[in-house]
């Protein structure tokens, strides 16, 4: 049974890394979320490193762009792990064809950089659907649009064998106070008509990978029991960390706030529902990271 916490300082002492997600937990896309901040600065403060793990199909600079418009300030974490990123590496390598058929919106494009860290990339260049080996999506066109709008397009690239890179397996985010549709629903609708879909970020192993591969890069080594997964996404972050054997804080105030009955602290009751419906362990919950 999940333990609820009140804040991160009664735990913080077990870890030495948090894996803390961006949205719902940091901030809701607009602003950051102040005692999210100051908590993850102290547990800075004594020693911790805070990788941000997150679903964004940008790569890392871009997510770090994205951060700074908000108002994420740079001192309460140290890297980023991207599902983009990790994305990026199985396209470059060629794992969808070399001409792909792109869904997305217009600021995603940097996902097609190279990245230095891939040998013996490929080339890689969008077409239309019809001339296309494969299909690389970061997210609908129109966020707000129901994703069935794309059954007729999806028929026709399931007939002709297509694979659906995914780099976002998230199906909702919320946008301040709007839910918005994530690449996450668009592969779950292509795999539920037949197609092939690609996943690379939570709860998929790819991501955890690029983390280990990020704290590596900035010096740390660090087993997986001194690891917390810190997310709203029950079936992203949290069920990612169950796979990964490590230790979970599941944010009860974000995606599932509803079901859990959350205001300033979840519903107990509702809570073990909530678990035990998604079939779910969660190592403890709190309402809002703070």
């Known amino acids: 049974m999940t333990q609820i916490i009140r804040a991160l300082s009664e735990i913080s002492d077990r ?16 602003s950051p979320f102040a005692d999210a901040v100051e908590a993850l600065r102290e547990f800075k403060a ?16 871009s997510v770090e762009k994205q951060l700074e418009k ?9 890297s980023i792990a991207s599902s983009g990123d990790s994305a990026r590496a199985a396209m470059l390598r060629g794992m969808v064809g070399h001409k ?18 891939i040998e013996e990339q490929v080339e890689i260049t969008q077409v239309p659907l019809e001339d296309a080996e494969g ?17 007729g397009k999806f028929l026709y690239a399931k007939q002709k064998n297509l694979k659906l890179l995914c780099a976002n397996p998230d199906i909702v985010v919320d946008r301040g106070d ?30 955890y990978e690029l983390a280990r591969m990020r704290l590596a890069q900035i010096g740390v080594d660090c087993p997986p029991e001194r690891i917390l997964a810190v997310g709203d996404g029950l079936k992203t972050d949290i069920l990612g960390a169950q796979g990964e054997a490590i230790d979970s804080l599941f944010i009860t105030g974000g995606l599932s706030r509803a079901e859990t009955g959350t205001t300033d602290q979840p519903d107990p009751e509702k809570l073990a529902q909530t678990l035990a419906d998604a079939q779910i362990e969660a190592t403890y919950s709190i309402g809002f990271l703070r």
Not at 100 to 117: K, L, N, R
Not at 180 to 201: H, I, K, N, P
Request: charged share 20%.
């Open 70 to 78: 908000i108002g994420v300030p740079r001192d309460c974490w140290d």
């Open 46 to 61: 004594k020693g911790g490193m805070v990788l941000l793990l997150t679903n964004s199909p940008r790569p890392r600079a």
């Open 15 to 30: 870890y030495d890394v948090l894996y803390c997600d961006l949205w719902g937990c940091l901030h809701d896309g607009y």
């Open 135 to 151: 299909i690389v999506c970061t997210g609908p066109e129109d966020p707000t649009a129901d994703p069935s709008e794309m059954r």
């Open 100 to 117: 792909v058929w792109f869904i997305g919106q217009p600021h995603d494009q940097s996902f097609f950089a190279p990245m230095d860290v």
């Open 178 to 207: 709007t839910r918005e549709w994530c690449a996450g629903a668009l592969a779950q609708l292509y795999t539920e008509m037949g197609g092939e879909s690609l996943y690379f970020g939570k709860p998929h192993a790819p991501i």
